[in-house]
């Protein structure tokens, strides 16, 4: 939503964007604003396109915001948290168009998010990153069933369980996330924050690192079960 202006119409963010890539002219980028803002369903488009962003609702801003990234006509879609600050039903509804823009159109999709549930329903591979770095990559499923890295099944404790008794504290990950400059000079990233650190293992030497595309975690409880 932070990435519309409020300023200027919906009109002019998207015909700007759409001649920014390729110039179809005025009225023809016009056009097209429209189509897209019908593909990704905003109700009568036609006047919609002369609104400020400010008077749609966040659902349809976000629309907007999806409309803009598909004027390029991209191969890739990257989604940045596509549902914080969204109800659940407007969550839902925006997933549910994710998925069908990358269907109908062969787009891939990358989705960044710390919500749980979004990665179980969206992705078919995830990467779990940590401080910056790839620490987990497996297919959704498996990550589910058997995670690997202590820092994944600890994100996975932590999810709230409607099954829990009641009064029963949620699962916390022990610290706090560093700030950017004072990340651990040597050895694991998460290992001052992780519930099996090794010493004399985890503190003065760096795992190694994961393979995207490949399953594994950069742990050495990994690489020694591997061994
Ligand atoms: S390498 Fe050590 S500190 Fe790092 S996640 Fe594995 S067990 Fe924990």
Request: hydrophobic content about 45%; proline content about 10%.
């Amino acid at each position: 939503m932070a990435s519309l202006s409020m300023q200027y119409t919906v009109g002019n963010q998207m015909i700007e964007a759409i001649r920014a890539h390729r110039d179809p002219g005025k009225h023809a980028a016009r056009e097209r604003a429209i189509a897209l803002l019908h593909q990704v369903g905003i109700p009568r488009p036609e006047t919609r396109i002369d609104a400020y962003p400010f008077q749609l609702s966040g659902g349809l801003r976000q629309r907007v915001g999806i409309a803009l990234a598909l004027a390029a006509e991209p191969d890739v879609l990257i989604a940045d948290e596509p549902t914080t600050a969204l109800d659940v039903t407007t969550q839902a509804q925006i997933l549910a168009l994710l998925r069908r823009l990358q269907r109908d159109k062969h787009i891939a999709l990358m989705l960044i998010t710390h919500d749980m549930g979004v990665i179980a329903q969206m992705a078919d591979d995830v990467a779990v990153m940590y401080l910056g770095r790839i620490i987990e990559f497996a297919p959704v499923r498996e990550l589910f069933r058997s995670p690997r890295h202590p820092y994944t099944r600890a994100l996975l404790r932590s999810v709230p369980d409607l099954d829990a008794k009641p009064r029963q504290r949620l699962a916390t990950i022990g610290g706090a996330v560093p700030q950017p400059g004072s990340r651990p000079p040597i050895g694991c990233p998460f290992h001052p924050r992780c519930p099996e650190v090794m010493p004399g293992r985890c503190d003065v030497t760096i795992p190694a690192p994961v393979s995207p595309g490949v399953a594994g975690a950069s742990c050495f409880l990994v690489e020694d079960l591997v061994a």
